[in-house]
Every structure is written in structure tokens, then in C-alpha cells.
């Protein structure tokens, strides 16, 4: 390491120093050193050693924050994507909370206030999510899960069938009457 990163480092760790514990800032961050392959690997081993006793004494409560920090950064990627994917629907996002929180369908029902057969027709595809639902389950998940992230989810898919049901969209363009404006 040359003089330069040297000194870029060392303000590095005092600017960081400030704001956080010695403690933090290892737990944090990772410096780059100098080391042989060999030690290389055992570092990595025994870094690989120390995240696997740490997942395994984690807290129930950790756990569930974990999980909860994952559907969120999965929702996020899959919104911030241009394409539709079937797979990461409302449905399924909603099946992975339910897991995550281990709960029923009947308990999570009763948690948010909506009758049980509500809560299935939303997990079955018969009714889309709505915006009370989308701000209960934000509060539900200790506001870890914006109800902006369940909501634009749910605005996803139907921009997705707006684009695609032809069938539907003829249906109701058949209904009207008087067209105001017309190409000739």
C-alpha cells in the first residue's frame, strides 16, 4: 500500500472514528491489508466460522428482522425493475411474509383486521391488494415494509394487466357509447 492510501485510510478511520466505536466501526468495515494466500484463507475461514455462530445464536427476534429486511430488498430490486415477472407477485411476496412472521393466514387475518376469506382471496389472485391493507401491513411489520413498497407491488401487476388483457380491454371498449374524438 502506497503513502497515499495510507493517508486516505488513516483520514478515513478518524472521520469514522467520530461517529462510531472501535467496536462498530470492526464489526462494520473491512480494511484492506497485505496478506499471503495462506493467511488470506484462514482469515476468510475464520470470518466464515464467526457468521456461522453468529446465524445460529441469532435471536428469534432477529431472525424475524432478517427475514423482514429481505422481503423488503427484494420487493425494492423486483419494483425498481422494468419487467414484469409473474413469479414475484403480491402472492408471493405475501406467502414469504407469512413465513417470515410465522403466522397463519387466519392469525395475520385477525392481526390486520380483515375477515380470513379476504386475506385468501387476496393470496389466491381474486382480489388485487388495497391501500388500507398496504398501510396495515406497514404497521404490522413494525413499519419495516413501507406500505409504498406493498402498494407499488400491487400497481405493478396492474400495469401489467392493463398492458396485456386485450380480451378485457375490447369488453369495455365495446360499452361505449358516443366516442368524443374520433381519427377518421
Given at each position: 500500500?502506497?503513502?497515499?492510501?495510507?493517508?486516505?485510510?488513516?483520514?478515513?478511520?478518524?472521520?469514522?472514528?467520530?461517529?462510531?466505536?472501535?467496536?462498530?466501526?470492526?464489526?462494520?468495515?473491512?480494511?484492506?491489508?497485505?496478506?499471503?494466500?495462506?493467511?488470506?484463507?484462514?482469515?476468510?475461514?475464520?470470518?466464515?466460522?464467526?457468521?456461522?455462530r453468529r446465524l445460529t445464536n441469532r435471536t428469534p427476534e432477529e431472525k424475524m428482522l432478517s427475514?423482514?429486511?429481505?422481503?423488503?430488498?427484494?420487493?425494492?430490486?423486483?419494483?425498481?425493475?422494468?419487467?414484469?415477472?409473474?413469479?414475484?407477485?403480491?402472492?408471493?411476496?405475501?406467502?414469504?411474509?407469512?413465513?417470515?412472521?410465522?403466522?397463519?393466514?387466519?392469525?395475520?387475518?385477525?392481526?390486520?383486521?380483515?375477515?380470513?376469506?379476504?386475506?385468501?382471496?387476496?393470496?389466491?389472485?381474486?382480489?388485487?391488494?388495497?391501500?388500507?391493507?398496504?398501510?396495515?401491513?406497514?404497521?404490522?411489520?413494525?413499519?419495516?415494509?413501507?406500505?409504498?413498497?406493498?402498494?407499488?407491488?400491487?400497481?405493478?401487476?396492474?400495469?401489467?394487466?392493463?398492458?396485456?388483457?386485450?380480451?378485457?380491454?375490447?369488453?369495455?371498449?365495446?360499452?361505449?357509447?358516443?366516442?368524443?374524438y374520433q381519427r377518421a
Amino acid at each position: 500500500m502506497d503513502d497515499k492510501q495510507k493517508a486516505y485510510y488513516k483520514k478515513l478511520y478518524e472521520k469514522l472514528s467520530k461517529e462510531y466505536t472501535k467496536e462498530e466501526l470492526v464489526e462494520a468495515f473491512v480494511f484492506p491489508s497485505e496478506m499471503t494466500e495462506e493467511e488470506e484463507k484462514e482469515a476468510n475461514r475464520q470470518l466464515m466460522a464467526d457468521r456461522m455462530r453468529r446465524l445460529t445464536n441469532r435471536t428469534p427476534e432477529e431472525k424475524m428482522l432478517s427475514g423482514l429486511l429481505r422481503i423488503k430488498y427484494q420487493m425494492k430490486d423486483y419494483i425498481n425493475q422494468s419487467q414484469f415477472d409473474e413469479e414475484k407477485s403480491t402472492i408471493y411476496f405475501l406467502n414469504e411474509y407469512l413465513k417470515v412472521i410465522n403466522k397463519k393466514q387466519k392469525d395475520l387475518a385477525k392481526d390486520i383486521g380483515i375477515h380470513v376469506t379476504r386475506l385468501s382471496r387476496i393470496l389466491n389472485g381474486k382480489e388485487n391488494l388495497s391501500l388500507a391493507i398496504a398501510y396495515r401491513l406497514e404497521a404490522h411489520s413494525g413499519d419495516q415494509i413501507p406500505a409504498i413498497m406493498w402498494w407499488k407491488l400491487a400497481q405493478k401487476e396492474i400495469e401489467q394487466e392493463i398492458l396485456s388483457d386485450n380480451k378485457a380491454k375490447q369488453q369495455e371498449k365495446n360499452k361505449v357509447k358516443n366516442i368524443v374524438y374520433q381519427r377518421a
